[in-house]
């Protein structure tokens, strides 16, 4: 069956999920994988659905009755087969990098431009902010999962993240 990657955002309230749910299911459809959230009073998310082929422009085009409700993309996905777990399927490790420090703009990019430089793939990424406990202000806070590859050079990249972590004032842990 093919699979389709959704884009879902709304405002956020109850019974999203399930008006979603009901249009896969009135198709035949399958859901397989998800990532929902709720951010600054909007429900987001990606949902991974396979859809049997004789059903799939019919699924995609239903879509549309949840205007409203939720805005939904469909977007094609790779078949099962090719598609795999992250670093199990490509025969890579993966690291998990954890940082933590005081909320300004550009940490995102800072990280990601060291991933990058190391040709790092990510598979996961979760930021958020929260209160600093006894020094006021923000704390933005990063768990990053990355694919890397047999035959990087993970001791560099762990300079390169220990140097970034001094430039940025913040705790980065790589394990």
């Given at each position: 069956?093919?699979?389709?990657?959704?884009?879902?955002?709304?405002?956020?309230?109850?019974?999203?999920?399930?008006?979603?749910?009901?249009?896969?299911?009135?198709?035949?459809?399958?859901?397989?994988?998800s990532q929902l959230t709720e951010l600054a009073g909007k429900f987001a998310g990606?949902?991974?659905?396979?859809?049997?082929?004789?059903?799939?422009?019919?699924?995609?085009?239903?879509?549309?009755?949840?205007?409203?409700?939720?805005?939904?993309?469909?977007?094609?996905?790779?078949?099962?087969?090719?598609?795999?777990?992250?670093?199990?399927?490509?025969?890579?490790?993966?690291?998990?990098?954890?940082?933590?420090?005081?909320?300004?703009?550009?940490?995102?990019?800072?990280?990601?431009?060291?991933?990058?430089?190391?040709?790092?793939?990510?598979?996961?990424?979760?930021?958020?902010?929260?209160?600093?406990?006894?020094?006021?202000?923000?704390?933005?806070?990063?768990?990053?999962?990355?694919?890397?590859?047999?035959?990087?050079?993970?001791?560099?990249?762990?300079?390169?993240?220990?140097?970034?972590?001094?430039?940025?004032?913040?705790?980065?842990?790589?394990?």
């Open positions: 069956m093919p699979r389709l990657v959704l884009t879902v955002i709304g405002d956020d309230r109850s019974g999203l999920v399930r008006a979603l749910a009901d249009v896969v299911t009135e198709h035949d459809g399958n859901w397989e994988e990606i949902v991974v659905v396979s859809v049997p082929e004789a059903r799939a422009e019919e699924f995609t085009i239903s879509l549309s009755t949840l205007d409203g409700l939720l805005e939904v993309s469909a977007h094609p996905g790779a078949e099962p087969a090719a598609a795999g777990a992250g670093a199990a399927a490509a025969g890579t490790d993966q690291l998990t990098i954890d940082l933590l420090g005081n909320d300004h703009p550009g940490i995102v990019r800072d990280v990601s431009t060291v991933l990058s430089k190391h040709d790092l793939s990510i598979e996961t990424m979760t930021t958020g902010t929260r209160e600093a406990p006894m020094a006021g202000g923000l704390l933005f806070e990063a768990h990053v999962v990355v694919d890397v590859p047999a035959g990087s050079d993970t001791a560099a990249l762990r300079a390169d993240l220990e140097r970034l972590a001094a430039e940025l004032l913040v705790d980065i842990a790589v394990a």
